[in-house]
């Protein structure tokens, strides 16, 4: 999907453990999203970036924080987790299209127990 | 906040047309969108409209936009297995940098 990697694919925590997710492009885009899909609950949006050195929050952004310290990578960082953050995590990035497509990496299936 | 809104479960007989529904809440859409999600992958761009737009079509997929209604549709013709999958509407609204997406409808088909 237009060059956009997540790692890991897949993690299992422990209550309280921390991680961070990363997702890189490969392109030189500047918006980067960070969802979460949860079933019967779609898609909803954790944190954004607008650019190299700014975050903004999304509809769901308690219990993670972000940074983008390069334009090319996006971390989600859990400080704590909690069972409640198990979830399948997607990031995405804006193209420069007319159409504002937004490109999808292949996710990171994360369990806390 | 905005909402957006899809029926959960769609069945179809292979060959058979689906419509897919969508009803969204705020009238200042710019583009909207239909996104699939095959098992265990990300979401993939289907199709979109722009706001100014009542249908589009390509190939076997028809959007239909009704703004006075705030419904969108994708209707797929000649559906086939290949086509089981998620499908999720979203919409952009003007003067935002985010989407806003619906909870997605499955969308199930037998041979």
């Known amino acids: 999907n237009a060059g956009v990697t997540q790692t890991p694919k897949f993690r299992v925590l422990k209550t309280g453990q921390s991680m961070t997710l990363l997702c890189a492009q490969d392109?030189?885009?500047?918006?980067m999203y960070w969802y979460r899909q949860d079933p019967g609950m779609g898609l909803r949006l954790i944190h954004y970036?607008?650019?190299?050195?700014?975050?903004a929050k999304g509809e769901v952004p308690d219990g993670y924080n972000v940074s983008r310290l390069k334009k090319q990578n996006f971390l989600l960082g859990l400080e704590s987790a909690a069972p409640s953050q198990t979830s399948v995590y997607f990031c995405?990035?804006?193209?420069?299209?007319?159409?504002?497509?937004?490109?999808f990496g292949p996710g990171t299936r994360l369990t806390v127990l | 906040g905005e909402d957006v809104e899809q029926s959960l479960f769609l069945s179809v007989r292979e060959g058979d047309s689906s419509v897919i529904n969508c009803t969204y809440t705020d009238s200042s859409s710019t583009y909207l969108y239909w996104y699939k999600q095959e098992p265990g992958a990300g979401l993939q761009l289907l199709t979109y409209?722009?706001?100014?737009?009542d249908m589009k079509q390509d190939q076997r997929l028809t959007v239909l936009l009704n703004k006075k209604d705030k419904h969108l549709s994708l209707r797929i013709a000649d559906t086939q297995t290949g086509d089981s999958a998620i499908y999720f509407c979203a919409v952009k609204y003007a003067g935002y940098s985010t989407l806003t997406f619906g909870k997605g409808t499955m969308l199930l088909v037998s041979p």
């Open positions: 995405a990035v804006l193209a420069d299209s007319s159409y504002n497509e937004q490109f």
């Open positions: 409209i722009f706001s100014n737009m």
């Open positions: 392109m030189n885009h500047e918006y």
């Open positions: 970036s607008v650019g190299e050195g700014t975050t």
